[in-house]
């Protein structure tokens, strides 16, 4: 006989936010790649470039997330991974605009791998490169344009912050 508990149903529901955290970096890592194409019409080898770099940074999230899914034993693992994601999420949101879906797991990343001052300092610097992305991607850096960026980035660290907190 199975007795139920009233929070039985949160193990189910729990369970498959496991495996949708799994699944959806890479989700988000393919998707962008065809509104990529179409909006930035990009020649075959610079597509070959930004296809390479969110493969790299798909086997980068596998080698901790999936290969590594249990708490980390040694802190620093989680600050060389997240170093890591930061170098991909930058070099993603300079190839496009469209990767800052990707890009925004690195807030959860910054929860869950980094601790104190470091977990804030990580999601100031995904919140910046949401903000580069939500001003239209990389360009030509102009003080208007980087004044947009910092306003941005903290308009981002502010709503990040609230729910974190």
Do not use: K, N
């Amino acid at each position: 006989m199975t007795v139920r508990t009233p929070d039985s149903g949160f193990e189910a529901v729990e369970q498959r936010y496991e495996t949708l955290s799994r699944i959806i970096p890479y989700v988000l890592l393919v998707v962008p790649l065809i509104p990529y194409v179409v909006s930035q019409s990009p020649s075959a080898g610079a597509f070959g470039i930004t296809a390479g770099v969110a493969a790299a940074a798909g086997a980068w999230v596998a080698w901790m997330v999936v290969l590594h899914p249990a708490p980390l034993r040694r802190p620093w693992q989680g600050y060389v991974y997240f170093a890591g994601l930061l170098v991909l999420i930058a070099v993603l949101a300079f190839r496009s605009p469209w990767f800052a879906f990707f890009i925004w797991i690195g807030y959860l990343h910054a929860g869950q791998y980094l601790a104190g001052a470091w977990r804030w300092a990580g999601i100031a610097v995904v919140a910046f490169f949401i903000a580069m992305a939500q001003a239209g991607g990389f360009h030509r850096p102009t003080v208007p344009l980087i004044a947009i960026w910092v306003l941005l980035t903290c308009v981002d660290v502010v709503i990040v912050g609230v729910f974190v907190v």
